[in-house]
């Protein structure tokens, strides 16, 4: 299978019974200022170089952002914030995403822990691990990657059941950085919600920092 393929398979899961019918309410109701929008209302693969030495794995999609759009981290706070930041690293053609554009990632994929938008931007831990089947089978399409960034707890915690470590071990805080048991790298970061970033929890430095901590890492 390809991240192609992958993805036509997954925009077909209805696992999670709550999800998808907070994703497609979502997807009826719309926000107002997008009431022309047509939602995207299904799960949301991961986006970027199936080359990638550098994944960044976040939560969950925005209801109103990638939800929307079907691409992550875009269309609302979370994307405005990590797109130029990906950019200024050196690691998007552009400092914006817009879903059908050209934009590029040169050697990051990002995805998410779970695929489908939860109410309040909270899974379940019956969704995560429901989701985690679509991980191991996504993130095992990116044979290249080295260093896994975690955006948030839940995704740090997401990736060391993934990669079968200890979470008591392995406690979250910006700037965590582990070892994966064959060498390769797993860094944490405050996640890039507009919660964290609007309230200075993550300025643009810190993120920045850790990107460019991240891209050396990966060799890239
Ligand atoms: Fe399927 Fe994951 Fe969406 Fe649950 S969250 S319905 S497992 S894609």
Known sequence: ?????????????????????????VGRTKRRVYRDWDYWAKPVPGFGDPGARLVLFGLAPGAHGSNRTGRPFTGDASGAFLYPLLYEAGLASKPESRPGDDL????????????????????????????????????GLLPEARVYLAL???ALEALLDHFGMKKSAHPFFH???????????????????????????LTREMFLEILLKAKGLAGL
């Not at 299978?1 to 309410?25: G, K, N, Q, S, W």
């Not at 990051?108 to 822990?113: M, P």
């Not at 405050?190 to 200075?200: A, E, L």
């Open 104 to 139: 590029r990632l040169f050697g990051v994929y990002l995805t998410a822990a779970v695929r489908c938008a939860p109410p309040e931007n909270r899974p379940t831990r019956e969704e995560l691990r429901a989701c985690s089947g679509w991980t191991e089978a996504e993130l």
């Open 175 to 201: 700037g965590a950085h582990y070892l994966l048991p064959d060498g390769r790298h797993l860094l944490a970061s405050y996640h890039v919600s507009r919660q964290n970033t609007q309230t200075g929890r």
């Open 152 to 154: 948030g707890r839940v």
């Open 1 to 25: 299978m390809d991240l192609e393929a992958f993805a036509r398979e997954l925009i077909a899961c209805r696992r999670c019974p709550r999800l998808v019918a907070y994703r497609e309410e």
